[in-house]
């Protein structure tokens, strides 16, 4: 299998989109992060879901955890209007590099070792011609696990 055969269409969006269409985005087709894409169409960087549900959450409650119990139901309700107002590139980690990126004819091996070395639930195929870069798709961690599965049963 090659990274080509893999790839499936995948939701895309760009560090200028709002916040709460992506974690809408996100759950609606209940994906583990959305690829970031720059103006000229070059995967960017990953806003993995758990990024998402980290802004979220008041720093208050990162910094000490038990605090949490304390936050009443109502007020919890309430935690995407954190959302509100941002953008995909507000809410991008602040260390987030460019996302692992595999060429149409790499191996299911080479597309496992990128994802397990960069610890990313999702590699963007893309092809690079003259016209300049073509993304393929999207080969999440699970759709891999599910391809490699199928051939030993």
Known sequence: MRARDLAVEYETVSVDD?????????AEHQLPGL????????PAAILPASQLVKVLVPAYVLEDPALAAVVDERHADRLCAALAGRTV???LPSKAGP???AAPDDTALEVAALMAQVRSPLVAVVDRD?????LLGVITASHLL????AVHP
Request: net charge negative; hydrophobic share 45%.
């Open 99 to 101: 996302p692992p990126v």
């Open 18 to 26: 709002d916040a709460l269409d992506a974690a809408r985005l996100m």
């Open 89 to 91: 590139g507000d809410c």
């Open 35 to 42: 690829l970031v894409l720059d103006a000229g169409g070059e």
């Open 130 to 134: 003259k016209a300049g870069p073509h």
């Open 146 to 149: 599910n391809r490699l599965l």
